[in-house]
């Protein structure tokens, strides 16, 4: 089945340490995003990725990192620059980044704990 | 100015009943989509339906239609029939097809509960 995962599920850290959230999608597409939703929230754009090799900042960028080496790939490392990570992490994937028609898929999330 | 308003942050609907979640969006690129998602408990977003600005006719999937009116800014999503697996997170978003490099803006969400 095509789909999005994310890996792990829940995810502990302690502070000072990084630590990198997994995004693998088969669906073939070119864009991949990552959002960032604290409790009772919307969602917030962290990074987002048009195509290989390539990504931009979100609204949110501060203290995190982001690579596309591969097409299925969006790995999202959260650094100790970032002061307050605990929250639940979204990976989503379209057909066209810039195409105002279509949908993003997600993955299952992440969910952030600082200890 | 936000993008995207959702003004109702939690709405109770019996089962059975038909119930309309507002969402107010602001843009001016004359080409963009509207979307909505629904999030249950476990987290995941589900893609419900979609309007092209450009589309004619409200959009409708299933038990879900959106009533789009374009000149008030306005897409709201109406479900009707609500079944208690309905409770969940409903958000709109919206992506522009020339600002904004096509990032989806969304909303903050609405709580929908479903009574039985």
């Known amino acids: 089945d095509g789909g999005i995962t994310q890996s792990p599920k829940y995810l502990f850290r302690k502070e000072g340490q990084n630590v990198t959230l997994s995004c693998e999608q088969n669906?073939?597409?070119?864009?991949m995003y990552w959002y960032r939703q604290d409790p009772g929230q919307g969602l917030r754009l962290i990074y987002y990725?048009?195509?290989?090799?390539?990504?931009q900042k979100g609204d949110i960028a501060e203290g995190y990192s982001v690579s596309r080496e591969k097409k299925e790939s969006f790995p999202l490392t959260v650094t100790s620059a970032q002061k307050n990570p605990t929250a639940f992490y979204l990976c989503?994937?379209?057909?066209?980044?810039?195409?105002?028609?279509?949908?993003?898929?997600f993955g299952p999330g992440t969910r952030l704990t600082v200890l | 100015a936000q993008k995207i308003t959702q003004t109702q942050p939690g709405m109770f609907v019996q089962e059975k009943e038909a119930v309309t979640l507002d969402c107010t969006y602001d843009?001016?690129?004359?080409?963009?989509?509207l979307f909505w998602y629904k999030q249950p408990s476990s987290g995941e977003m589900i893609f419900l339906i979609y309007?092209?600005?450009?589309?004619?006719q409200n959009a409708t999937e299933g038990r879900y239609s959106l009533n789009f009116q374009k000149a008030r800014k306005s897409a709201n999503l109406v479900i009707s029939a609500s079944q208690l697996g309905d409770s969940a997170m409903y958000f709109c978003?919206?992506?522009?097809?020339?600002?904004?490099?096509?990032?989806?803006?969304f909303g903050d969400g609405t709580t929908l509960t479903v009574k039985p």
């Open positions: 978003a919206m992506r522009e097809a020339n600002t904004n490099a096509g990032k989806s803006t």
């Open positions: 843009t001016s690129d004359p080409s963009y989509g």
């Open positions: 309007q092209g600005s450009y589309d004619q």
């Open positions: 669906l073939n597409h070119d864009a």
């Open positions: 989503a994937s379209s057909g066209q980044a810039a195409s105002s028609y279509n949908e993003q898929f």
């Open positions: 990725s048009q195509i290989v090799n390539d990504f």
